[in-house]
């Protein structure tokens, strides 16, 4: 987790919003990214997506079924489908977003009948940086 | 629709899971792409990712608030959410998808309290023509 944090905080500096997201398997990292929507003119670039984007081009595979995803903040409706698709085996978080979450908030895709895998889920990792981080960028944009 | 179908056929023709999506702006098609998760590694290639992608990358901008989406099958969980961030205006699909779908079914995403915007909706616009080209689809992989 203290890696996706670092990509958290490159996001910020990047002026992006500061979520960063790190996929281990075999107890190697296979893909790192921070959010970049801003970067890429994209609203699908959160750093998930682009975690198992990178990690399935990698390894020449559609599917991630032995691999861990650790991310900052609790992923939203988009990103746990794609989580779900991708077949990730456990997911860690850090804080909870109940605006956006769409894990243990709004759709709680994970527990809908359309949803065909879910990984294990562990939240609350390192919780208080990854928000604080996330409250420090939003209160510094509204203040410039 | 008649476009989206013919990306759909098109999937299918690649060997993918025949859905279609064209993004219309200003009376114009700005994107139009079919399916490409097999092709691309990717399980966030379905067609209304791709198009949205394209579109925001052509016109240099994360959203197409004057953009109609046309795609040929219920919307997933994590397009539907995707089309909400991309503040699509309205969206038309054919065919109902009950094991799939984000829109009528499952986590029903623009009824969701974290959804920040949703689309006007329209639903079943050549319903027969898209789900039949599903269905011949699956049967054929299934006999093969």
Known sequence: MDLALSEAHAAAKRGEVPVGAVLVQDGAVIARDGNRTREYNDVTAHAEILVIRQAASRLGSERLGGADLYVTLEPCT?????????????????????KGGGVAHGAQFFRQPTCHHAP????????????????DFFQARRSS
Chains 1, 2 share one sequence.
């Not at 990730?88 to 977003?97: F, N, P, S």
């Open 78 to 98: 988009m990103c746990a489908a794609a989580i779900s698709f991708a077949r990730i085996r456990r997911l860690y978080y850090g804080a909870e977003d109940p």
């Open 120 to 135: 294990e889920i562990y939240s609350g990792l390192a919780e208080r940086d990854a928000a604080l981080l996330l409250k």
